[in-house]
């Protein structure tokens, strides 16, 4: 029998799920054990397939729209990532019980885009066009009450309509680095530009990705387990890569990994996305450890023992 080669695996410390994650799925369970199936949920709870098909096997239906569900009294359920103003009102409308699992952190930037509007500012938001949480911050507001700016190349050709009267928020699950740079590019052409009390990105997000700087640069290879449609997930393997780890990419189960990938790597890291859970962390743990001599050893560079409500409907 041939001796398997050793590999030594650190893994980074805050991984995986998140307090807005954990509360979201619970929002769907709960409401499932509560009212029974089906129960309605508009868009993914969370980007993990894994645990979508884990919900949908209990009972939940996954729609993209509103117009989706048929008149009903199940309950509806809005993801984490957050709704335009016009999808509750939508709801209402149509007289549905409906129940929103929209990260608080989601919700505080909702808060300060209202704030702003309504002092007459005009507002930045720095996003990822097209994802889910900057349709429902944009949302929140009047069509053209928000600039979109996704890159420091955006905020050097933004013109404002009123420059003195300028405010910022952002997505919560974008890269520290990439952020700051777009901040200080509009600080610098904006001096006056209001900034959020305390900073958008969430305490997950910016823990995930100070653990991947600080075991990147000592490892082979690194592993980011999380869904390519999953912004937090997507800006660990940029950081990794950022902080010169020699070669970093996204994995979603254990039957994905590319074993070529992995010859003469000696020292691997693994960390996870806020929507991953950790029973896929250790499924690929186990995989590694069929083909290699493992060991394993945690990089913690932050404790969380941060936890959110559900909604009052649910409490017990």
């Given amino acids: 029998m041939t001796k398997k080669r050793p590999l030594e695996i650190i893994l980074c410390a805050p991984r995986g799920f998140c307090a807005g994650v954990d509360r979201a799925i619970q929002i769907v369970e709960l409401a499932l054990e509560k009212y029974g199936a089906p129960v309605y949920v508009r868009h993914e709870i969370v980007h993990n397939k894994y645990v979508v098909d884990g919900l949908r096997e209990k009972g939940a239906v996954f729609v993209e729209e509103l117009d989706e569900i048929p008149d009903t009294n199940a309950p509806v359920i809005f993801s984490a990532h957050g709704v335009p103003k016009s999808v509750p009102a939508n709801a209402k409308e149509r007289k549905m019980f409906y129940l929103d699992a929209t990260c608080p952190l989601v919700s505080k930037v909702h808060v300060e885009a209202?704030?702003?509007?309504?002092?007459?500012?005009?507002?930045?938001l720095i996003g990822h066009a097209g994802h889910p949480e900057v349709i429902g911050t944009m949302g929140q507001l009047p069509d053209g009450a928000i600039t979109l700016i996704e890159t420091v190349d955006d905020a050097a050709k933004f013109e404002p309509k009123s420059p003195d009267d300028l405010a910022f928020v952002t997505q919560t699950t974008l890269s520290v680095d990439d952020t700051a740079a777009i901040v200080a590019a509009l600080q610098e052409r904006f001096p006056s530009i209001s900034a959020p009390h305390k900073e958008d990105i969430c305490y997950a997000t910016t823990n995930r990705q100070e653990a991947v700087k600080q075991v990147a640069p000592h490892v082979d290879a690194m592993v980011v387990v999380g869904a390519p449609n999953s912004s937090n997930s997507m800006r660990l393997v940029e950081?990794?890569?950022r902080a010169g780890c020699p070669k970093s990419g996204l994995?979603?189960?254990a039957s994905d990994?590319?074993?070529?990938d992995f010859d003469g790597v000696e020292k691997l890291g693994i960390s996870a996305g806020a929507s991953a859970p950790e029973e896929l962390v250790n499924e690929i743990i186990e995989k590694f450890g069929e083909h290699y001599e493992i060991t394993v050893s945690t990089k913690v560079t932050a404790?969380?023992?941060?936890?959110f409500n559900v909604p009052r409907e649910l409490r017990a």
Avoid: L
């Fill in 303 to 307: 404790e969380e023992n941060i936890a």
């Fill in 239 to 241: 950081v990794a890569d």
């Fill in 251 to 253: 994995i979603q189960r």
């Fill in 114 to 124: 209202q704030r702003h509007f309504e002092e007459g500012k005009e507002i930045v």
């Fill in 257 to 260: 990994i590319v074993w070529s």
